[in-house]
Every structure is written in structure tokens, then in C-alpha cells.
């Protein structure tokens, strides 16, 4: 199993804070300062106490489809998988042209194993925002999960193309290929994984916990190899 990237954006892979996008008018103080409160709580991994600043800036603003979006993002690293949907979903219907609270929700339905669902908001992301390289990772992973192999395939393939994450991509695409039985192109992609996080500079926490799983995954492959 992968692990699907949020876009608070992990797209953490991107910083664990959804960009939020230029405000038309500028905010109050004490709302920017909240705002950064509640970035450096999820940081921290501090989810309640995140939920809690989010919530006081929801009923400061509740037409801000950010800040809906930020919470759900709260409660799904909380582990309030239903939470966050009826969050991102807010968001959704404030900003409906809001990519990443589709990526979000898809990544929670997926999380509940309701992958159909899953499908159909990496489906609206990528309709919104074709170069949304996490969306394109996420329906990758998802159609894996359902075994459709190829189409897998050609949403990785594609992530690729667009390079960056390519550490991620790679683990990804060999754990496809892994589960294909196509060994030999698992083991080389898992080997270009591994390369490309050794070679970078630093690895975030997330980055850290992938690069453990590609390690595992291909341990497991090559184990019953070995004996």
C-alpha cells in the first residue's frame, strides 16, 4: 500500500501547509496570526490544538474555503477521517474550484477504502489542475489498489513527466510493478527511489518514512530470492 499525499499541502511534499491563495483584500492581523499559529502547530503534529486555532478563524470568517480546507487537512492527520471529508467538502462547496480540497477528500474516501469515490475527486483535481503532480501520484496508487495495473501505470509514467517527486514516483511505480510480478523493473525502480533520496541534500519526515518503506519493499522482494 502507498500513501497518498494531501495538499495542505504535503503534498508535504510541498511543506505541510496549504498555500494559501492571494487574498483580495488583505486580512486582518489577528487573523494572520493565527493563521501562522495553526501552520506551526500542524508542523508540530499539534492537530488538536491546530483544529482549535482553525476553528476560531472558521468563525472569524466561515466563507474562507481555506480554512475548512486547513481543518479537514487537521483532522485527517488526526485520524477524523469523517471530520475532515465534511471540512474539505465545505470547502468544496465555498470554492468549487478549489483543486486541492479534491485531492484532500479523495485521499480521506480513499483512507475509508471507498476508492471509487477516491477516483472520481483525483478525477476532478486533475480536471481543475492538470499539473497537480500529487493528484496524478494519488489515482496512481488508487487504481493499484483496485489492481488496474496499467492504468496505474499511466498515471505514475505521467507524474514522472513532470519532475519532481521523482523518489516518491519511482517507489510507487516498482511497488506497482512489485505487485504486477514484473520483478525486474521493480527492483530498478525501487534502486532509482533509494538513489534519489540518498542523494538529496536533506529528507523531510515524510520523505524519511518513504524512503523506509522503498527500503522494506524491496527487502521484501528480493528476500525469497535469497533463500
Known amino acids: 500500500m502507498g500513501i497518498n499525499l494531501s495538499t495542505s499541502s504535503v503534498d508535504s511534499f510541498g511543506g505541510l501547509y496549504p498555500r494559501q491563495p492571494q487574498p483580495t483584500t488583505e486580512s486582518p492581523p489577528v487573523n494572520r496570526k493565527l493563521s501562522q499559529q495553526a501552520k506551526t502547530r500542524l508542523e508540530q503534529g499539534d492537530y488538536l490544538g491546530a483544529i482549535d486555532l482553525l476553528t476560531c478563524l472558521i468563525e472569524a470568517d466561515p466563507t474562507c474555503a481555506d480554512h475548512y480546507n486547513n481543518r479537514g487537512y487537521a483532522h485527517f492527520q488526526d485520524g477524523e477521517v469523517e471530520e475532515a471529508i465534511s471540512d474539505y467538502s465545505q470547502a468544496i462547496q465555498l470554492n468549487p474550484t478549489l483543486d486541492r480540497a479534491y485531492n484532500n477528500r479523495a485521499n480521506a474516501y480513499a483512507r475509508l477504502g471507498d476508492l471509487y469515490a477516491a477516483l472520481l475527486d483525483y478525477d476532478q483535481t486533475l480536471d481543475l ?99
Not at 133 to 156: K, P, S, V
Open 129 to 227: 489542475n492538470p499539473l497537480k503532480i500529487q493528484a496524478w501520484i494519488n489515482r496512481g496508487i488508487t487504481f493499484r489498489q483496485l489492481q488496474i495495473y496499467e492504468l496505474a501505470l499511466d498515471n505514475l509514467d505521467f507524474a514522472l513527466r513532470l519532475g519532481r517527486l521523482e523518489g516518491y514516483i519511482y517507489a510507487e511505480r516498482g511497488r506497482t510493478y512489485h505487485l504486477m510480478g514484473d520483478w525486474n523493473w521493480a527492483i530498478a525502480d525501487y534502486q532509482r527511489a533509494i538513489d534519489s533520496f540518498q542523494n538529496a541534500p536533506q529528507l523531510s519526515g515524510a520523505e524519511q518514512r518513504q524512503y523506509q518503506r522503498v527500503l522494506h519493499w524491496k527487502d521484501q522482494l528480493l528476500k525469497p530470492l535469497a533463500e
